[in-house]
């Protein structure tokens, strides 16, 4: 079922709970789940989970060497400490990515890619740039939601920090 058929279905049957912030998270949530099933098929291509490509690609927007503290993850993964040590091992295993030397505390320790992980998220982002592509919208649609999201991300992260 599309979307604006969803809202139409509640706007004749239960009006009342269709305001704009329910039409909102609702249109959100059918955004985010859309392309799931494509970003799935071209993962499991490349033999990732969705984790591991979060963290690859977290390490490749990192400048050169790309490179990052294990602390630095977390937040921006949403995983915990035991969560990402058994991430980077399962990838670092595979060779993906390395744990250069450090004296001390592991949390001290960045973590990197190797030059194949660098190939290897550069070579899935391209597969999934490509399927975006051929879809319906063109860069100016895309350029007009990624400003309208950043926009509410801005306020909302606001909101959340007083």
């Given at each position: 079922?599309?979307?604006?058929?969803?809202?139409?279905?509640?706007?004749?049957?239960?009006?009342?709970v269709?305001?704009?912030r329910?039409?909102?998270?609702?249109l959100?949530h059918r955004?985010?789940r859309?392309?799931i099933a494509?970003r799935?098929?071209v993962l499991?291509?490349h033999d990732?989970?969705?984790?591991?490509f979060?963290l690859l690609?977290?390490?490749?927007c990192?400048?050169p060497p790309?490179?990052?503290?294990?602390t630095t993850?977390y937040p921006?993964?949403?995983?915990?400490?035991?969560?990402?040590?058994?991430?980077?091992?399962?990838?670092a295993d595979?060779?993906?990515?390395r744990?250069?030397?450090?004296?001390?505390?592991?949390?001290v320790?960045?973590?990197?890619?190797?030059?194949t992980?660098?190939?290897?998220i550069?070579?899935?982002?391209?597969?999934?740039?490509e399927?975006?592509?051929?879809?319906?919208?063109?860069d100016?649609?895309f350029?007009?939601?990624?400003?309208?999201l950043s926009?509410?991300m801005?306020?909302?992260?606001?909101?959340?920090?007083d």
């Amino acid at each position: 079922m599309r979307s604006d058929e969803i809202l139409e279905e509640i706007r004749k049957n239960w009006p009342e709970v269709l305001t704009h912030r329910t039409a909102a998270t609702l249109l959100a949530h059918r955004l985010l789940r859309h392309p799931i099933a494509t970003r799935e098929e071209v993962l499991r291509r490349h033999d990732l989970a969705q984790a591991e490509f979060a963290l690859l690609f977290a390490l490749r927007c990192a400048p050169p060497p790309h490179e990052v503290l294990p602390t630095t993850l977390y937040p921006r993964l949403l995983i915990s400490s035991g969560g990402l040590t058994k991430l980077v091992k399962r990838l670092a295993d595979r060779g993906l990515l390395r744990r250069p030397d450090a004296s001390g505390d592991r949390r001290v320790r960045p973590v990197g890619l190797t030059s194949t992980g660098r190939d290897l998220i550069e070579t899935v982002v391209g597969d999934l740039r490509e399927d975006v592509a051929t879809q319906s919208l063109n860069d100016a649609d895309f350029a007009e939601v990624e400003r309208a999201l950043s926009d509410l991300m801005r306020k909302l992260e606001r909101a959340s920090a007083d």
